[in-house]
């Protein structure tokens, strides 16, 4: 039982880690398909009351265009459904948000792509408008971010289930507050949850990343040894939040 967070699935070079390889990605997925495993949308896997024991969601944030490219015909060969988390302002552009070690840009997928993946059963959920951190917006920007995200998911895809994925997994009270009060579901982070009751706007998610294993991927799917990949998750988190610090200043 995991919820498992990816980014890109490419093969270019760069100096980053939040990408897998599409061969290791399609490796990936027949070791879930041999074990067993229920793959499900997001909103399945929380909300779905499916009591089946081995059940994965994958997950793909930001919604970059090697995931159409790579992991949708991957999974479009097994039948299996995913969750994509978009910022509507960026589909079709390049990833200006993010601090591009080596100068190179990702392109993220675009509307027409977006729409042909949620047609073929995979879900949409928010990512926000910007891609910023929600803990560091002034109330309105937040609340924004959270609205007009919401609002043209739900016009232009079919299969938004009001669920989002916090950019760079930052949230807070204020953060959860905005998203109850436009209806959203479930917020996930990155990593594990820090209060002792299960929250589903703390919803957390294992990261996947170019040094995983066949070996690691099945301890984040059956989700053994959880205190050392959480721990690496921290210190990821720690690397993300420096991000954060060096696009802030062009946010308003
Ligand atoms: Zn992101």
Redesign the pocket.
Known sequence: MSILAY?MVDNRFDLGVTRVKPAQFHRQVESALQEGFLFQTISEYLFAGNEHPKRVALTF??GYESVYTYAYPILTRYNLPATV?V?PNFMGKLNTWDVNLGGLKFRHMNWEQLKEVTTAGWEAGS?TMN?RDLTRLSPESRKKELLESRDILNANVHNFKYIV?Y??GNSNAQVVQDCLELGYRAGLIMGASRSKMPDVFATPRIGMYLWDTLVSFRHKLYGRNMWFYNTLQDAINVCSDCTVLIKKSSWT
């Open positions: 980014h944030d930001d988390f910022s990512h891609h994925a950019p760079f």
